[in-house]
């Protein structure tokens, strides 16, 4: 049974590591709703705005297998108080940043701070937590990770709304990350991994431009494939960093062969086909997580929901992921890590294949977004954690982060793959208008019963429609529709506008969630295969799993 002291200590930890996961993992996502009043403040361009989130992306990318390795090393307390530190201090440059060069800095000091928080708090809970108790609270952990993820816009606008200032989306962590500190040295235990070996600061480095040179080239990349991948910045700095990991792993197996040194890469693992699946299903897990980003502009474009209450929208998805989550722990404890992402791939398969498929009416989209969250939920924390520690004693943190790094890679990529589906869906648009507007607005028509005068207008309309060349788009079949007196006519056309642009819309987001829900399929087939693979391969006897 366990006393008194342990179980406070549990309670500190899981709650300390919760809080700073969920303030940490809501930056990545706040900011998305104040970015045009940030980059009015700092009279920058949208293009160069946008850098306020890749910044951050990239201090994500390279804090994540960094501070997984130093925490192994020096002590999961420790490194979560310095990621406290520097993530309460970057906030508070942000807030006070007196130029866009200084927030952009401050930005990247952020999310070196926060970017390793959920590492932290994994592998201390793979550490000090008894097995059968593990995945009940890496699950929570992936709760308070998907749940911030998928907030962050709603509370940015809520927040911006109520006080006008961008800055207190920043200042409010300040304070929260005072409190994790004090409360960190006060009521953490330490943990650490018992046998480290001499600190691999040339491969730190390595590994930092790799990421760097990488995740930029990826960030960079737009819808036309083609022609980003001819542009120096995709494809010179994707080469530099495929180049950099080359030499990054020659280098550090030379370490784990021929020095007591302790690689910043668990290049062990690295060279086994089970791990190496895992990581594969942390890529799918992150094109998963990036179809989330779509779902405001789908409730936008195809339901007509106003774009300021969009974001709201992410609710019962946001809802339905964070019980998702808690489930999943419990299920990992009660039925296995693999059958956990199966049954994770085919709720997310279910709920986005539900968007194209199914959804007309706006109580469809909350029940196919809740079926969508739940699979996201589950997969989020407690099975590719375990999957990912399974056999190993030693370099949890390495090997948790190494997880999360291909996830973050998988989620740069998805959104470009996702939004060239919509780029290609409103490319139909013109031809749309051309071809069945004239017939949609006969039918509207017939709808509002119109008579006389109004049908020969609206003959003429649908005649002007046909005959149309070259781009038009709504905005244009708007622009006529407003110079229309007859009020019913007009509503007839405003209508026909409106039906003709969702289905272009629906026709890119269809392509998009179709895509999503292959790739949920994809994670399905990818456990089954390393059931097969765990049946034909035994577990190592020198070494033993966290998890039976």
């Known amino acids: 049974m366990e006393g008194k002291p342990a179980t406070s200590a549990r309670f500190w930890a899981l709650f300390l590591f919760s809080v700073g996961v969920f303030m940490a993992q809501l930056d990545n996502g706040i900011i998305s709703a104040a970015l045009t009043t940030i980059n009015r403040h700092f009279d920058v361009p949208d293009n160069w705005g946008a850098w306020g989130i890749t910044i951050y992306t990239l201090g994500l990318a390279v804090s994540l297998p960094v501070v997984g390795k130093l925490s192994d090393r020096y002590g999961r307390k420790k490194l979560f108080i310095v990621e406290t530190v520097l993530f309460g201090t970057g906030s508070l440059l942000v807030a006070l940043s007196p130029s866009f060069g200084f927030y952009l800095a401050s930005r990247f000091i952020q999310a070196m701070g926060g970017g390793g928080i959920f590492i932290i708090g994994s592998s201390h809970i793979l550490s000090t937590v008894e097995p059968g108790k593990q995945a009940k609270y890496l699950g929570m952990l992936g709760a308070m990770n998907g749940v911030a ?103 550090e197996s030379w370490i784990e062969r021929r020095q007591a040194g302790d690689p910043i890469l668990p290049v ?58 808690g489930m999943g722990g419990l299920l990992v404890s009660r039925r296995g890590p693999i059958f956990t992402v199966v049954l994770a791939g085919l709720l997310s398969a279910a709920g986005f294949a539900l968007f194209p498929l199914w959804i007309e009416a706006k109580w469809q989209f909350i029940v196919a977004s809740m079926v969508a969250g739940a699979g996201v939920g589950v997969v989020l924390g407690a099975p ?29 990529i998805a959104p470009t793959v996702y939004a060239g589906f919509i780029a290609r869906g409103f490319a139909t648009i013109g031809e749309r208008f051309r071809n069945d507007f004239p017939s949609i607005l006969q039918d509207r028509a017939a709808e509002a019963g119109l008579t006389g005068e109004a049908l020969g207008e609206l003959a003429e309309i649908g005649r002007h429609a046909a005959g149309l060349s070259g781009d038009v788009d709504a905005a244009q079949m708007g622009a006529m529709a407003d110079a229309i007196r007859d009020p019913v006519l007009k509503g007839a056309v405003m209508d026909s506008v409106a039906e003709v642009t969702r289905q272009a819309a629906m026709a890119g987001y269809g392509g998009l969630y179709w895509t999503a829900a292959a790739i949920g399929a994809a994670l399905c087939l990818v456990a089954v295969f390393l059931i097969l693979l765990r049946r034909k391969a035994p577990a190592p006897a020198v070494e033993h799993s966290p998890v039976s």
Request: proline share 4%; aromatic share 10%; glycine share 10%.
């Open 268 to 325: 062990h693992l690295l060279r086994q086909s089970r791990y190496l699946l895992v990581l594969l299903l942390g890529m799918l897990s992150g094109g998963i997580l990036a179809a989330i980003i779509f779902v405001p502009a789908f409730s936008e474009n195809v339901l007509g929901i106003a774009a300021e209450k969009s974001g709201y929208w992410l609710t019962p998805l946001a809802l339905a992921s964070g019980v998702g989550a």
């Open 149 to 251: 993820a998928i907030l962050g816009p709603n509370i940015g606008s809520f927040l911006l709304d109520w006080t006008g200032h961008w800055h207190v989306l920043f200042l409010i962590n300040v304070p929260i990350a005072l409190a994790l500190f004090i409360f960190g040295i006060l009521k953490l235990q330490e943990s650490s991994d018992p046998n480290p070996g001499r600190l691999d600061l040339p491969g730190t480095i390595l590994l930092t431009f790799a990421v760097l040179s990488l995740m930029y080239g990826l960030t960079n990349i737009d819808v036309d494939f083609r022609a980003s991948f001819r542009a120096w910045d995709v494809s010179g700095f994707i080469a530099a960093g495929v180049l950099l990991f080359a030499i990054l792993i020659g280098y």
């Open 384 to 412: 590719l954690n375990i999957l990912a520690t399974e056999h190993i004693e030693d370099g949890k943190g390495a090997a948790l982060a190494s997880l999360s790094l291909i996830r973050q890679i998988g989620m740069t």
